[in-house]
């Protein structure tokens, strides 16, 4: 069989010497590790997107108009997406050269100096375009500090997985985005319901950041004392989860690369069009207020993270290959109506927020099974960070972006073609997937 098959159910794998990888350390110690490393970078991940429309706008383009703010926003906004794989390469050089102890310290330390100084930053009014040059710099900084961030915690829990429960181990990582958004999003809403417009634009909004450093510092040495241990070294070294260049990767195994990639776009498109995307259309198009749509994002992260543990049972049952299908058709469905629900005021706006938090949980819950066993046990640690760093550049990044922009000009059925398209891909990476392991076997 070709390593193509990685959207087909596996049966656990084996160590080395048949048994059933350490015992001293188990997929529960695992998955804690990776739920209590995944919430903390999703904290800060939705803590700047927030502000990337709640705030940045106003602090740094001033002198725009309020769209034209938004869309410069995002576009910073982004920058931490493209920065993302060239995080995770040179990161990967590190760790062979010094350690993985290393690696991470550094990359979190990384994470939490950018994401500490934005609280400090004063604005166009006091530093000029060098305020918005700053923040630049210090949102490239998050995404070098996020690729040196991965652990092998996510595959490695994917490999331990008892057989026949890999879907619901490759969920329970997933959790950490709803989390992180539920959390970042409560925050916004205490801190803008409380505090004067004056106080919050002053330092209310700098807070969440304050905090989001504080939570990686607790991360951080969350993860270190379970990776420095004998154990964790033991159980990576059995199942090869160790570091190669992104060069040796990418001509051994660029093909798995891509698919994985594409196999997971339908969800990764969703991601920010149900999250970042609808806080800045309807705080710049709606009526409903900044409260009132956060408040129902908070309730959508606990639709999303009920979807996600949903979709363990489901890819159990169904398949991964099967439950991707499925939900990108669904998402293909949802992406024709999101135009009408949009325009369909107050209850339409929030059905929008609530069918796709619904449908996100439930495809974003398995869309770690695409990137992290569609590798040789060789190029799996380093395969599967590259391979979710390219679905968020490609399927993410420039998300709200576009879908503001063009759905502002030229009409919100340009969201639906940007659903669709993501759809379409997921589906394409599918088939292709399948054809190339047929005309392997």
Sequence with gaps: MSSLSHLHDHPEELTPDGEHGAHDVSPGDIAVGVVIGRASEYFDFFVYGIASVLVFPRL?????????????????????????????????????????????????????????????????????????????????????????????????????????????????????????????????????????????????????????????????????????????VELLEKRELEPVSAREIIKAQGDNMLIGAF???????????????????????????????????????????????????????????????SLATMIAVYSGFAPTLLKGGALGEDLFILLGCMLLGLSYGQSSGSVTSNFLPKYRYVGAALTADMAWLVGAAFAPLVALGLSAKFGLGFLSLYLLSGAAATLGALRLSRTLEASKD
């Design 263 to 325: 196999a997971a776009l339908a969800s990764f498109a969703l991601f920010h069009i149900v999250t970042v995307f609808p806080l800045s259309w309807l705080h710049l198009f709606s009526q409903q207020s900044v409260i009132q749509v956060l408040s129902f994002q908070i309730f959508g992260g606990f639709l999303i993270a009920a979807g996600i543990v949903a979709s363990g049972a489901i890819a159990d049952k169904l398949g991964r290959r099967r439950t991707l299908g």
């Design 60 to 232: 740094l383009f001033p002198f725009a108009s309020p769209l034209e703010a938004q869309l410069w926003s995002f576009a910073i906004f982004s920058l931490a997406f493209v920065a993302r794989p060239f995080g995770t390469a040179i990161s990967m050089n590190i760790q062979r050269r010094w350690g993985l102890t290393t690696k991470l310290t550094g990359a979190l330390f990384l994470l939490g100096t950018c994401t500490v100084t934005i609280a400090f930053l004063q604005g166009y009014a006091a530093q000029g375009e060098q305020a918005i040059v700053i923040l630049v710099l210090l949102r490239i900084g998050q995404g070098l500090a996020l690729g040196g961030s991965w652990d092998g915690l996510p595959s490695l829990l994917a490999m331990s997985a008892p057989q026949g429960k890999r879907g619901w181990y490759a969920m329970l990582g997933q959790l950490g985005a709803p989390i992180g958004f539920i959390i970042a999003s409560s925050l916004f809403v205490f801190l803008y319901g409380n505090l004067s417009e004056g106080d919050f634009f002053s330092w209310g909004w700098r807070y969440p950041f304050f905090v989001a450093f504080a939570i990686n510092v607790v991360a951080l040495f969350s993860r270190l004392r379970m990776v420095v241990t004998p154990e964790y």
